[in-house]
């Protein structure tokens, strides 16, 4: 398991390395100049001129692509994420709390995914062609036919502005009851999208587990149907439903980013929309490095979950 371990984890390296390069060079080549978005619009023009050169040598700009890779790669190893043009701060200062709140959000969210999935799609699995089995099909697939921002605009609607019963617009005090009130439809639009179509993966891998020849046998031998289910089925079910999960779970942290929009939450999403019209090159650029990340360590951390729980993967990999 060590071997398997250090093999996937210096597999992390070349990959990163080239997700960097890509997306380095891909901020570098979108329009705009932001430089001249940092200028102070009230220059004198005959002195616009200087202090857009001033400015552009301090930025590092009048350097080649390779030279600024370079520059940012060894401020990033160090845990310096650049200086955002927009607003005038470093990264870092820019994006620390709104991650935390992006985190706490879809934190919430996965975890009442976690729970209403497994308990609905194992009810499902277990009383299969069922009323609630066929009535969980249908929320299924609308679930993952309806856009994330439309369902977010009927709560919105409707709990807002119709029964005015959840406050809109950002949060005003720092009490934790104001926070929690502003996170209730954020969290509830993104759990129900995401709990929809977990439970479709939860009952089919309970299906299958269930119609495996072991579980016939544990029936024969007179084990109580909730132990079966319970420990035997789900158990053996987990390994696929852990799998779409934890593969899930940046889709989760970047599909908010509209809903974080669309509820003035104070998150990733609206820093995001600001250093793309801004065209904030380090700000876009951390940003997206961290999306990357957390979909390598994704990856990462499932491969490591299947050989532990699987030990023929380890095997077959080192074959």
């Known amino acids: 398991m060590r071997k398997y371990c250090l093999k996937r984890s210096l597999a992390l ?52 692509l390779p030279v600024q890779y370079i520059r940012y790669m060894e401020h990033l190893l160090k845990g310096e994420y650049g200086y955002s043009s927009s607003y005038q701060r470093p990264v870092s ?76 617009g950002t949060v005003s005090s720092p009490s934790l009851i104001d926070k929690a009130v502003h996170m209730i439809l954020p969290v509830l639009t993104l759990t129900l999208l995401l709990s929809g179509n977990w439970i479709r993966y939860v009952r089919n891998a309970m299906i299958q587990a269930l119609s495996a020849d072991y579980i016939l046998a544990l029936r024969s031998r007179g084990i109580h149907r909730r132990r079966i289910v319970g ?47 801004m065209r904030d090159c380090y700000l876009i650029l951390s940003l997206n490095l961290l999306y990357a990340l957390l979909y390598v360590l994704s990856s990462f951390t499932m491969d490591l979950l299947s050989a532990y729980l699987d030990p023929r993967i380890r095997l077959d990999k080192h074959g």
């Open 13 to 64: 390296i070349p990959t990163l390395f080239v997700i960097s390069v890509i997306l380095f060079a891909l901020v570098k080549m979108m329009p705009g100049d932001p430089v001249a978005m940092m200028m102070d619009p009230h220059t004198k023009p005959e002195l616009y001129a200087a202090s857009y050169a001033v400015k552009k040598e301090e930025l590092g700009y009048n350097d080649t």
């Open 231 to 277: 420990v035997h089925a789900l158990r053996n079910a987990m390994l696929p439903i852990m799998h779409v999960a934890v593969m899930e779970l940046p889709n989760l942290i970047s599909g908010s980013l509209l809903i974080e929009v669309l509820f003035s939450y104070n998150g990733i999403g609206s820093i995001m929309i600001h250093a793309l019209m």
């Open 93 to 168: 200062d820019v994006v620390t709390k709104p991650l935390m709140n992006t985190i706490m959000l879809n934190g919430i969210v996965f975890l009442l995914s976690c729970l209403l999935s497994l308990t609905i799609g194992v009810y499902c699995a277990v009383k299969k062609d069922g009323y609630v089995d066929r009535l969980m099909q249908y929320v299924s697939i609308v679930s993952i036919s309806l856009p994330s921002f439309l369902l977010g605009a009927a709560f919105l609607y409707l709990f807002s502005f119709s029964l005015h019963l959840i406050p809109i």
